[in-house]
């Protein structure tokens, strides 16, 4: 996704969800609802500028310590291109996209489902449970071995007890992955998931009077019902992928090999997009202050973790070695 590495953006707010992709559910003063998911603050009126906003999110510092925004710089290259994109699709209603403006689409939309704040937490709640796991198997021998590298000379008996205490109080702290490791993932990603997305037959729905709701992750996965429960989802084995381009219009990545095409709308299709943007949301879904369209969608709980680990780091830990190791 390269600019030259150093260069700082005018800004450390980055947008999660671009400022041109939530103008198209916000009204002529750029204002738009947002709603908290169930148990959060009560709906209100935003400026587009502050919603879905992290500060440095795409920063990571170089090898000066200073922060590179080179990602950030890339990702507002592919936007601007992107709503270009967007205004063709919309407003000129071009229709199927041609070829390099398609590959825009696509890219667009794997970079947005790979840069979100829950493609971060899981990667850290993975590296936290991989951290945890190594230690608890390792025993205090290796957290001996890590310490004297650490301090350059041996350890007493006294401070490898003590700090196998502290480390393995697994519930009272959390590691997280650098981020540039997340950064990383999402950069050599968005090439390969952009290849799976433009080999979809793409459909596009608009909607004359119903109107659609987006959220702080926009892309939405339709699972397959074929796929074994235990099995998550993913651009590749998902049944279609479902992205609302605006208040009043919605596109779906379906079955690879269709061609492209439009098909006619209904108020029960509007409901069912609304009700995936809302369960996809993490923290609120945002929709045009002049519209009501949450009525009848259930908004789920905020979550607070995006993976599931069948087994704890507790059921690894081995203080000593078994016999004969």
Same mark, same amino acid.
């Given at each position: ?50 919603? $879905?906003?992290?500060? =440095? #999110?795409? @920063? *990571? ?5 200073? &922060? ?5 710089? %890339? ?89 196998? $205490?502290?480390?393995? =109080? #697994?519930? @009272? *702290? ?5 981020? &540039? ?5 999402? %950069? ?89 943007? $809302? ?47």
């Amino acid at each position: 996704m390269g600019e030259s590495p150093g260069r700082r953006s005018s800004s450390r707010r980055h947008h999660t969800v671009p400022r041109f992709y939530l103008k198209r559910f916000a009204n002529a003063d750029e204002r738009i609802m947002r709603v908290p998911l169930c148990g959060e603050q009560a709906p209100r009126l935003c400026g587009v500028k502050d919603v $879905a906003v992290h500060n =440095d #999110f795409y @920063s *990571y510092p170089d090898g000066s310590g200073q &922060l590179d925004d080179s990602v950030e710089i %890339a990702l507002s290259k592919l936007e601007g291109d992107a709503a270009r994109v967007f205004r063709m699709v919309v407003e000129e209603e071009c229709w199927p996209l041609p070829g390099p403006e398609r590959k825009t689409m696509a890219r667009w939309t794997a970079a947005q489902y790979l840069r979100v704040p829950a493609r971060r937490q899981a990667a850290n709640e993975m590296f936290d449970d991989l951290t945890k796991i190594t230690l608890a198997v390792g025993g205090k021998q290796e957290l001996r071995k890590r310490l004297e590298a650490e301090s350059g000379g041996p350890v007493s008996d006294e401070e490898v007890e003590r700090k196998w $205490a502290e480390k393995t =109080d #697994f519930s @009272s *702290y959390t590691v997280k992955a650098p981020v &540039l490791h997340h950064l990383a993932s999402m %950069a050599g990603g968005i090439s390969a998931a952009s290849d799976v997305l433009m080999q979809r037959g793409w459909v596009l729905y608009r909607f004359k009077r119903k109107a659609l709701i987006t959220s702080d992750h926009p892309v939405s996965l339709v699972r397959d019902p074929r796929t074994p429960h235990w099995l998550g989802a993913g651009l590749a084995t998902a049944e279609a992928v479902v992205i609302p381009l605006d208040r009043r219009v919605a596109l779906m990545m379906s079955t690879p090999g269709i061609p492209d095409r439009t098909k006619s709308p209904s108020a029960a299709l509007a409901w069912d997009f609304n009700q995936r943007s $809302a369960y996809g949301a993490r923290s609120a879904v945002f929709h045009h202050p002049d519209d009501t369209p949450l009525v009848g969608v259930e908004l789920p709980s905020k979550r607070t973790r995006e993976m599931r680990a069948s087994h704890n780091p507790e059921d690894f830990i081995r203080p000593e070695p078994p016999p004969g190791a």
